[in-house]
T-cell receptor, first 114, second 112 residues
Framework: AQTVTQSQPEMSVQEAETVTLSCTYD???????LFWYKQPPSRQMILVIR??????QNATENRFSVNFQKAAKSFSLKISDSQLGDTAMYFC???????????FGTGTRLKVLA | KAGVTQTPRYLIKTRGQQVTLSCSPI?????VSWYQQTPGQGLQFLFE???????NKGNFPGRFSGRQFSNSRSEMNVSTLELGDSALYLC???????????FGPGTRLTVL
């Protein structure tokens, strides 16, 4: 079975500091895509970052970057210079190439402290 | 392009009733997925539709059903509502090809 595990239910970080959210996944497929989504309190889920599994280079989007370790099936999200607006639930997910069934983790609730 | 829209945004029902939720995907997206989100269970996959066909289904009882129309709009129906069905129901659409899903704002269902 394909699964995604986020082992940190809750985390907190001081404003301007760096925090890393962990995600591991399990699949026997070789071609897939990985995602981090952000769901702010009472607001819509939006994409933070996307990684193609066939690319070795880690994806970055401004203050957000990933550490993708394909062999270890690990996909962590690093948030640099944390801002109050980063307070949200973060979900890790993947989809196998050619399919439309997205597998989500249980989420990590991140709180950025002033 | 307009984003994914869901109606209604809020619903209050009583046990035993049924409810229908609607989702309009982003134009051109043929895949629509539904999720149930609760504080204790996280994001639970309900089902996925593509070109009017249900291709993937999560582990939910038969009281949960859905359909997709030729214009890709989708509805989900929950019959014989139970207190435990209270949740945020999210709809997401995708163009496929490994692209991300785009989520709607959700419908918050409260069952009394």
């Amino acid at each position: 079975a394909q699964t995604v595990t986020q082992s940190q239910p809750e985390m907190s970080v001081q404003e301007a500091e760096t925090v890393t959210l962990s995600c591991t996944y399990d699949t026997s497929e070789n071609n897939y895509y990985l995602f981090w989504y952000k769901q702010p309190p009472s607001r819509q889920m939006i994409l933070v970052i996307r990684q193609e599994a066939y690319k070795q280079q880690n994806a970055t989007e401004n203050r957000f970057s990933v550490n993708f370790q394909k062999a270890a099936k690990s996909f962590s999200l690093k948030i640099s210079d944390s801002q109050l607006g980063d307070t949200a639930m973060y979900f890790c997910a993947f989809v196998t190439s050619g399919t439309y069934k997205y597998i989500f983790g249980t989420g990590t609730r991140l709180k950025v402290l002033a | 392009k307009a984003g994914v829209t869901q109606t209604p945004r809020y619903l209050i029902k009583t046990r035993g009733q049924q409810v229908t939720l609607s989702c309009s995907p982003i134009s051109g997206h043929r895949s629509v997925s539904w999720y149930q989100q609760t504080p204790g269970q996280g994001l639970q996959f309900l089902f996925e539709y593509f070109s009017e066909t249900q291709r993937n289904k999560g582990n939910f009882p038969g009281r949960f059903s859905g359909r997709q129309f030729s214009n890709s709009r989708s509805e989900m129906n929950v019959s014989t509502l139970e207190l435990g069905d209270s949740a945020l129901y999210l709809c997401a659409s995708s163009p496929g090809g490994g692209n991300e899903q785009f989520f709607g704002p959700g419908t918050r269902l409260t069952v009394l």
